[in-house]
């Protein structure tokens, strides 16, 4: 597959390491990895999973353990930095020019590399998730990285806390018809969860 980088030992490569290591997971830190707790339960017994670039993700990848056995694509430097010691997964790292505010990997490069992709389940950060606009974000080059994610997954599962429901950024990436699950924390009231739930998308709230 083009332009992905398959990372056996990477993690000392630039010395960076213990700084990736210490990414902070920010505000709601404490809900975010209950997220990312229940969000192993839908890891499958074997394949593929993407990881998007995010700091709910990012407490998903180091929640990872080496005896699982996947096959893990990611366009974050962090998670890779994460899971780069992990010898018996096997890490696919997407490349394409870094946004220095998120360290996710953008661009065409990104795009064409998920379009030759096979992707069993991918977990998605979003900036905002709402009923009638679907999973958005502020910038233009991550929406469109995030399309072509949904577009090479057979599952896809949105982790976000819940402080972003009701939120509406500039770009749309899914239609909440196509996220298979959104894990979000217990402070989703229950008539937003129930309509999501009517319109398709199961919630799950940890």
């Given at each position: 597959?083009?332009?992905?980088?398959n990372?056996?030992s990477v993690?000392?490569?630039?010395?960076t390491?213990?700084?990736?290591?210490g990414?902070?997971?920010?505000?709601g830190?404490?809900?975010?990895?209950?997220?990312?707790?229940?969000?192993l339960?839908?890891?499958?017994?074997?394949?593929?999973?993407?990881l998007d670039s995010g700091?709910?993700?990012?407490?998903l990848?180091?929640?990872l353990t080496?005896?699982l056995?996947?096959?893990v694509?990611?366009?974050?430097?962090a998670?890779?930095?994460?899971l780069s010691?992990?010898?018996?997964?096997q890490?696919?790292?997407?490349?394409?020019?870094?946004?220095t505010?998120?360290?996710?990997?953008?661009?065409s490069?990104?795009?064409?590399?998920?379009?030759?992709?096979?992707?069993?389940?991918a977990?998605?950060?979003?900036n905002?998730?709402s009923?009638d606009?679907?999973m958005?974000?502020p910038?233009l080059?991550?929406?469109?990285?995030k399309?072509?994610?949904v577009?090479?997954?057979r599952r896809?599962?949105?982790?976000?806390d819940?402080?972003?429901?009701?939120?509406?950024h500039?770009?749309?990436?899914?239609?909440?018809e196509e996220v298979?699950?959104?894990i979000?924390?217990?402070?989703?009231?229950?008539?937003?969860?129930e309509?999501?739930?009517?319109?398709?998308?199961?919630?799950?709230?940890?």
């Amino acid at each position: 597959m083009a332009n992905l980088v398959n990372l056996e030992s990477v993690s000392h490569a630039f010395g960076t390491r213990v700084l990736l290591d210490g990414v902070s997971l920010g505000v709601g830190a404490g809900e975010k990895q209950r997220i990312a707790e229940r969000a192993l339960a839908e890891l499958p017994g074997q394949g593929t999973i993407l990881l998007d670039s995010g700091t709910t993700t990012l407490a998903l990848a180091r929640l990872l353990t080496n005896d699982l056995g996947l096959a893990v694509v990611t366009n974050s430097v962090a998670i890779a930095a994460v899971l780069s010691d992990h010898p018996d997964l096997q890490l696919h790292l997407l490349g394409g020019q870094v946004r220095t505010r998120t360290g996710a990997a953008v661009g065409s490069w990104v795009e064409r590399a998920l379009s030759g992709t096979c992707i069993d389940v991918a977990f998605l950060g979003t900036n905002g998730f709402s009923l009638d606009r679907g999973m958005t974000t502020p910038d233009l080059a991550e929406a469109d990285a995030k399309r072509a994610m949904v577009a090479a997954s057979r599952r896809r599962i949105v982790l976000a806390d819940a402080s972003k429901a009701g939120l509406s950024h500039f770009q749309r990436f899914a239609d909440v018809e196509e996220v298979s699950l959104l894990i979000t924390d217990s402070r989703l009231d229950d008539e937003t969860t129930e309509a999501f739930d009517n319109a398709g998308m199961e919630v799950a709230r940890a």
